[in-house]
């Protein structure tokens, strides 16, 4: 069961937000264009970081806590999968208190 420790804290931070979508009206999931632009650099980035961390021996991934499944040869899903729903838990969360204040964003004037 420990190999799904990864995924248990991402299912955590997804359901500990996700629930700003509907009770708050975040509006997050709403904006799909948005919301890609806001991941994709993201990914990006981490993705090219944990490619080099990893190939270098900087870090690596417990194998006893990741179901094992690697995306492109170096990359446990688990990891790809933080940085997506982080992100989008961080939107939902700064959406939801922009809801309730009232305020607009940049692009919205």
């Known amino acids: 069961m420990s190999k799904f420790s990864y995924l248990g804290v991402l299912a955590f931070i ?4 996700v629930w700003l979508e509907i009770v708050l009206q975040a509006r997050v999931l709403r904006k799909l264009k948005r919301l890609v632009l806001t991941i994709t650099p993201v990914v990006i980035l981490y993705v090219i ?3 080099y961390a990893i190939t270098n021996n900087h870090w690596f991934f ?5 179901t094992g ?4 040869g170096f ?3 688990e990891e ?3 940085f997506i729903i982080v992100p989008i838990a961080a939107l939902l ?17």
């Open 14 to 17: 997804l359901f500990g937000t």
């Open 49 to 51: 970081w944990d490619y």
């Open 62 to 66: 417990d194998e006893t806590k990741v």
């Open 69 to 72: 499944i690697i995306l492109f």
């Open 75 to 77: 990359l446990p899903i």
């Open 80 to 82: 790809l999968l933080f």
């Open 93 to 109: 969360s700064f959406e939801a208190v922009r809801s309730i204040k009232q305020e607009v964003a940049g692009d919205e004037k």
